[in-house]
Structures are given as C-alpha cells and as structure tokens.
C-alpha cells in the first residue's frame, strides 16, 4: 500500500474538524454504540451543517463516557429523553436490529428525521408499517434513511453506469468480515435481537443483486448455511450462500460471513452481461460488431480502504449471413473513484475529498434532503420495504426462518 493510500485512509478517520454554520443540524444518538462512529461521529467532524448534541444510552454512566470520548455535549438518561429534547432535529438509531423498528417510529413520532441503521427492521412487516407510517407522508414530513452507505460512495455510481439492467445474465456478489471483528456474543449472532449475516452483512449482497437486475428477485432458489444453535445464538446464520431467480430468468448469487478468514479480503460484485450488438459504421456492410461486457466492483462495501472497477469488453466481428467469426478481441480498463468528480457524478455545489468514506457521503445526502435540497443519491423508503422482503425470501429459504417481529405495537 503506498503512502497515499495509507494517508488517505488515515485522514478518512481523523479527518479535519470544519467550522460549524450556524444552522447546522443537531443530532441526538439513542445508544452509545460502537457503529455510531462511523456512520456519525467520524463524518460529523467534516460536515459543517452537523452537530453531535446528545446521547442517550441505558446506562447513564455509558452514555457520559461515550459523550466524553466523543465531545458530545448533551447526554440523557434514556432513549425516550433524548427523543423528548426539542432542539435535536435528527435521531441516529445504531440499535439491535430488533429495535429499529420501536425507534424509528418513536423518533418519526416525536418529529425528528431518522438516519436508520441497516438492515432497516426485522422483516418485511415492520418495514410495511414503519416506511407507510402516516406521518411519512404529511407536508414537511420527516426523512428517514436505510444507512446503506455503499450506495451513496462515487464508485457505487461508476459502476452502476457500466451495468446494463435489461442485459445481465449473471451476477455474484461476496463479502466478509474477519472472525476476530465479530465476536459471538455481538448482537449480530442473538436470533431475539434479529441477528444473522443476512441481517449483518448480506444485505448489502441483496442490495447489490437487487440494484444490478433493477427489479425484485421472483424466487430464492437455494440458502446453503452454517448456523449457530446455542441458547440465544440459535438460528442465526454466521456464514451462508444464496442464489436468487430474477425475472428475466437469470441467477444473482449472494456469499456473505461474519466469521471470515483472518485477513480482510474485499467484497466484490462481478456482472456479465448477454452479448449484444453494437453499431460500427466503420464495418463493411456484410459484417456486425457484437460485444459481451463483464463489469466487477471489487471492496464495493467498505470503498476506501481499497476499490477497483474493473471492466472487460469482449468483442467479436461476424459475417452477417453465416454468422462466422471474422475477428475477436477483448479490450480491458479500469477505474477508481474517490470523489464525486472522479465518477462524473455531480453533488451540487459539494467538492468532495478523496478521504470521503461512504458515510460522509451518506451524510451530504441526508443533510441535502433534511434541508430540502436536491440528491445526486437516495434509498426510497419502498425500495427499503423491498430490501427487507428478499431478506425474508432468503431466511424462508434457509429454514431459519424470517426475524422475529417486535413487541411494539403502532396505533
Ligand atoms: N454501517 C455500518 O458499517 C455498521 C452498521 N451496523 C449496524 O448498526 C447496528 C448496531 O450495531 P453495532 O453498533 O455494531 O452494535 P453495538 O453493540 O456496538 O451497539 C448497539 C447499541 O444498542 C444498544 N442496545 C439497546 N438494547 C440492547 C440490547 N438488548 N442488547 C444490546 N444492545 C442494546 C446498546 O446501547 P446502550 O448504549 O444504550 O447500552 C448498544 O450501544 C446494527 O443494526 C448493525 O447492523 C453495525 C456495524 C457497522
Ligand atoms: O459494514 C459493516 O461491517 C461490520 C459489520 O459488523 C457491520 O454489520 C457492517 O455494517
């Protein structure tokens, strides 16, 4: 790894405190979690219209340390504390996934806008009722955001400018965290608090399968896991491999574990498309120009500790009436983005830096609707109702069955 590199992502962790404007968003944390971060905490300091005000965790003396190591200067006894303060605007929810659901309507409903941890909810139930909550749909109705922060990184959008939905045949998608980054007793392996890799991590791969396709997958056709069984572990998938059907016929497949090799391998998502023709006025008229194109993102999730965009275009000339191979060639590239320029993707009046993590992305685009501006990026709360629904496909599939819906009822 060159200096660069290694400058860049030092940066993208400690990144330069910007002077706060005066309008600037207040935020409140409900849980003093180790996520937050890197979804806020880390990108806050580099956004001038975000202010950490609060935290609030169930251990009071929790809260205080977090609030100390983090500068933040507010800390409540209680979630519903924090919910209660008028001068917070937007609830970060870096809970159990079992109790996305409760939260994300308690800070809807006490009007604040919500960056929502992923997976969203629990299953596709909770996802109906909170992403329709009436509230959601009201003039100057809060925003609520599924964190899905890969999609919002610069790279995610040059990839997808090489994907042709209506032509792809195939797509496989991995990614893995390291045994020693996960330990057993996380939240991600407690089937109450809707733990599982699909939850954890594999919904990042269905993410991808489902924006490649563009369109819902029509059948999980097979989950291969390995599960823990124990106590408060059971049913919950550490490691799994899925292939899903979608409706042109073609298979996307999904690899995902928690409990990964030592060394961090990164994620990636490789798609081939059918061949198709392609115009060349430059051929002789008894000829046609035909093209199968292969498009891999590699380290799509976590882009800047490493990425690449790797695309290769094999071409082949016919003849027109006996369809024989007259020439053949494969053309190769690629490209890395770290900022909004590199990819062509335009964020308005934003220059991005190239120590941007996919959350400071995420963030401007928060931000940008909070305050009523326009995205370059943004996860529909239909596309998140959707997102939760191939994950109950895939826990049917598995016989683990779908996440356990909360306690919490909505009147
Ligand atoms: N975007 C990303 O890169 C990442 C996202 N995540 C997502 O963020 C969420 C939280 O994950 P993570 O930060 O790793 O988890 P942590 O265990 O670090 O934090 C979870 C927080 O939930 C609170 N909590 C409330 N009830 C319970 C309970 N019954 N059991 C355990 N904790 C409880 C705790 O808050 P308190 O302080 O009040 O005790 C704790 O701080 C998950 O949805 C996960 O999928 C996780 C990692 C990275
Ligand atoms: O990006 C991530 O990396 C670490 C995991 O624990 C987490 O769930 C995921 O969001």
Same mark, same amino acid.
Request: charged letters at 25%.
């Given at each position: ?23 600037? #968003? ?21 956004? !001038? ?19 100390? &190591? ?41 009007? &604040?806008? +919500? ?20 509230? #959601? ?36 998608? %991995? ?41 819902? !997958? ?6 291969? +896991?390995?599960? #823990? ?36 391998? !990164? ?15 430059? #051929? ?10 292969? +498009? ?23 003849? &027109? ?6 020439? &053949? ?40 609707? +909070? ?5 370059? %990026? ?34």
């Amino acid at each position: 790894m060159s200096f660069a590199q290694l400058k860049r992502i030092y940066t993208a962790f400690n990144p330069p405190t910007v002077e706060k404007r005066s309008d600037a #968003l207040k935020f409140g944390i409900i849980g003093a979690a180790n996520s937050a971060a890197w979804a806020l905490l880390i990108p806050a300091k580099m956004h !001038p219209e975000v202010v950490v005000h609060a935290v609030a965790a169930r251990d009071r003396k929790r809260a205080e340390e977090f609030a100390k &190591k983090n500068g933040v200067p507010v800390v409540y006894d209680s979630y519903q504390e924090l919910l209660d303060d008028p001068e917070i605007d937007c609830i970060l929810v870096p809970l159990p996934n079992s109790l996305h659901f409760e939260w994300a309507v308690k800070s809807i409903r006490a009007g &604040k806008h +919500v960056l929502l941890e992923k997976p969203s909810v629990s299953n596709g139930h909770e996802a109906e009722i909170l992403f329709n909550l009436p509230e #959601l749909n009201q003039p100057k109705a809060p925003v609520i955001l599924e964190a899905f922060h890969y999609r919002f990184h610069p790279i995610w959008s040059a990839f997808m400018s090489n994907v042709s939905s209506a032509d792809v045949v195939h797509v496989e998608t %991995y990614s893995m965290i390291p045994w020693w980054f996960v330990n057993k007793d996380h939240i991600h392996f407690n089937y109450n608090l809707a733990g599982g890799t699909m939850m954890g991590m594999g919904t990042y791969n269905f993410a991808a399968l489902r924006l490649i396709f563009g369109a819902e !997958p029509e059948e999980c056709i097979s989950v291969d +896991v390995k599960a #823990l069984t124990e106590g408060v572990h059971h049913d919950c998938d550490t490691e799994f491999k899925a292939k899903f059907r979608f409706p042109n016929g073609c298979i996307g497949e999904a690899f995902s574990t928690l409990q990964g090799p030592t060394i961090w391998h !990164p994620s990636y998502a490789k798609v081939t498309h059918r061949q198709v023709e392609v115009e060349d006025k430059t #051929l002789p008229l008894s000829q046609k120009k035909f093209v199968t194109r292969e +498009v891999t993102l590699h380290g799509f999730i976590h882009a800047i500790f490493w990425h690449r965009l790797d695309i290769k275009e094999s071409y082949e000339i016919r003849d &027109k009436d006996t369809g024989r191979v007259v020439k &053949k060639w494969t053309e190769s590239r690629w490209q890395k983005a770290h900022t909004a320029k590199e990819a062509g993707v335009d964020l308005g009046k934003t220059e991005s830096e190239t120590y941007w993590m996919s959350f400071r992305y995420q963030l401007e685009a928060f931000v940008n609707r +909070v305050k009523g501006r326009e995205t370059a %990026y943004w996860v529909e709360r239909e596309d998140s109702v959707r997102q939760m629904k191939m994950v109950d496909m895939a826990y049917q599939k598995s016989g683990l069955g779908v996440r356990p819906t909360s306690q919490f009822q909505v009147d």
